[in-house]
């Protein structure tokens, strides 16, 4: 039914129009709208361009050329010809990257995130909006039972989340594939079908594949969403707990602690999601490790003994287990002003020539005083410190002074809340 007036009828189009317009805050001003060309993507640009004069915010599109596809530069064109006919600004994002390492799929996630929110910020974007649907989360779900993941693996698609400085949204994943391509062809619209989308080199395309055959036993997209959503439930109440087991741990200077008997008490899936939140929070990975290599971590914390994963290095100490990135995994050198080793934002003056790297064993020889700061050598060795050359210019977690701040952001119980 129609919210605050809006959609103005009872058609066909009302339900669309509803779920692209109101998952964003109503002080989302500024909205991004992601487009490859394809169906889904086109949908909602669409969409959204409808609703923005009745819903108080401005759109923009962009489109992200891969350079994967010989056909991309075109497409990018095509949907640059649409946006111009709706009076939407676009632009076009280019992937340049030479030989791809590894799963070239994954690779072009990221760049995508990067190039996206990157755009985004500069243009003071807040929300920039995905076209992934129904169909997305059945597949993935089934992608997921392939890779024997947990509950998250077979809830991935979440709606809404933080990333990279954005905000980012699904809007549409109640609504399928098919129901979305009625939309265009009631108004006109086309679209443009990706060749990979017939490629069975891809885990996704055969997923697809998959559900078409598993419908005649009722393992249908709909019924699939029903169970996503009972799955998302209960994850959720996982995270409320993993959430209440963060609050009681200490941070400090970027590192965390808790006590060895209160990691003890938690039952396992709260120390695995504790843990696995920890290595993704101060390592910066898109994924948890792999459960066999978190299952070893269990077992040696259990038994009081260090360990190391995913760039984190954990130490039995004193009645605690100690949290901490690893010295030779913090990122290198970054510019005054950039994000430093995933989470690091350092403030303070511009100071030509300067930079951002890790404090470490030189920093703190330069530093006489670092005792005075009640923080263990291990802790401060991988915070950020500012440097001229092999100058230490300031040091900002073992020194007081006001010119320059260090923050970790997010703070480690936003990140699991956001995560």
Request: glycine content about 10%; some cysteine.
């Amino acid at each position: 039914m129609p919210v605050d007036g809006w959609p103005p009828d009872q058609g066909a189009d009302a339900p669309l129009l509803l779920s692209a317009s109101h998952p964003f805050p109503p002080d989302a001003r500024r909205i991004g709208v992601a487009v490859s060309g394809g169906g889904d993507s086109m949908a909602l640009l669409h969409l959204l361009h409808r609703a923005a004069p009745h819903r108080g915010f401005s759109l923009s599109a962009v489109t992200v050329d891969h350079r994967l596809r010989p056909e991309a530069a075109a497409e990018a064109h095509a949907v640059a010809r649409f946006c111009a006919g709706l009076g939407v600004p676009h632009e076009t994002l280019v992937w340049d990257h030479g030989a791809i390492q590894g799963n070239v799929m994954d690779e072009a996630r990221r760049a995508r995130i990067s190039l996206i929110s990157a755009w985004a910020r500069a243009k003071g974007i807040g929300h920039v909006a995905l076209g992934h649907t129904a169909d997305d989360r059945a597949e993935g779900f089934l992608m997921g039972l392939g890779r024997a993941s947990g509950l998250d693996g077979l809830t991935g698609l979440r709606p809404f989340w933080r990333e990279a400085g954005v905000w980012w949204g699904r809007p549409l994943l109640l609504h399928g594939r098919q129901e979305l391509r009625a939309y265009l062809t009631r108004h006109g619209i086309g679209w443009i079908d990706d060749p990979t989308n017939e490629d069975d080199r891809f885990a996704r395309i055969r997923a697809r594949r998959a559900l078409a055959a598993l419908a005649p036993l009722g393992i249908t997209i709909d019924r699939l969403a029903t169970t996503i959503d009972a799955l998302t439930e209960a994850r959720r109440a996982l995270e409320a707990a993993t959430k209440a087991a963060a609050a009681r741990m200490d941070c400090a200077a970027g590192a965390l602690r808790i006590g060895q008997q209160d990691l003890a008490d938690l039952p396992r899936e709260i120390r695995r999601r504790l843990l696995t939140a920890a290595i993704r929070w101060m390592g910066g990975a898109d994924y948890p490790p792999r459960e066999a290599k978190v299952a070893h971590l269990l077992e040696a914390l259990d038994e009081g003994r260090d360990a190391t994963l995913g760039g984190v290095r954990f130490r039995s100490r004193k009645g605690g287990v100690s949290i901490t990135r690893e010295p030779r995994a913090a990122c290198g050198p970054v510019a005054i002003g950039q994000v430093w080793d995933h989470r690091w934002q350092v403030e303070g003056p511009d100071l030509p020539g300067a930079h951002v790297a890790a404090l470490g064993a030189e920093g703190l020889r330069q530093v006489a005083d670092w005792r005075q700061s009640g923080l263990a050598r291990d802790v401060l060795a991988v915070t950020p410190a500012i440097w001229q050359g092999k100058r230490l210019i300031a040091a900002p977690s073992c020194e007081k002074t006001g010119q320059w701040r260090a923050t970790c952001c997010p703070s480690f119980v936003t990140f699991i809340l956001s995560d």
